[in-house]
C-alpha cells in the first residue's frame, strides 16, 4: 500500500506563493487519484484540488481555481500543489490522500473514499 507525506507548508503574506508536496512511498503514484483536501480551525474538511489516475486529469474548487495547480512528477513519485495569490481564508492545515484508481466514478472530494492520509501541514496566510 501507498503511504503519503506532506511537506512545504509555512507563513506567507497575502498575494504570495507556496508550493506543497506529497510524497509517496510503497507503490506508484501513477496507480492512484491523490487529492489535497484542508481544514481550517471550526471548518469542515474540503476538497482543494485532485489529479486522477494515470491519464492525470485534474480537478479544483471553485475558490481556487486559477490559483492553484496541481501536477504530478512520476520520477519523483510526488504530486504538488502550487499555490498562489494566496489569501487569508486559505489558511488551513492541509493534507495529501490517496486513493486507488478504479474508473472516474465517484467524487473527486469525497474524502472518505481515500483510503491513506498524510498527517498534514500548516499553511497560514497572514500580514
Not at 75 to 93: F, G
Amino acid at each position: 500500500q501507498v503511504q503519503v507525506v506532506e511537506s512545504g507548508g509555512g507563513l506567507v503574506q497575502p498575494g504570495g506563493s507556496l508550493r506543497l508536496s506529497c510524497a509517496a512511498s510503497g507503490d506508484a503514484l501513477s496507480y492512484y487519484d491523490i487529492g489535497w483536501f484542508r481544514q481550517a480551525p471550526g471548518k469542515e474538511r474540503e476538497g482543494v484540488s485532485c489529479i486522477v489516475g494515470k491519464a492525470g486529469d485534474t480537478y479544483y474548487t471553485g475558490s481556487v481555481k486559477g490559483r492553484f495547480t496541481i501536477a504530478r512528477d512520476n520520477a519523483k513519485n510526488t504530486v504538488y500543489l502550487q499555490m498562489k495569490s494566496l489569501k487569508p481564508e486559505d489558511t488551513a492545515v492541509y493534507y495529501c490522500a490517496a486513493r486507488r484508481f478504479v474508473g472516474y466514478g465517484r467524487s473527486w472530494s469525497d474524502g472518505a473514499s481515500f483510503a491513506y492520509w498524510g498527517q498534514g501541514t500548516q499553511v497560514t496566510v497572514s500580514s
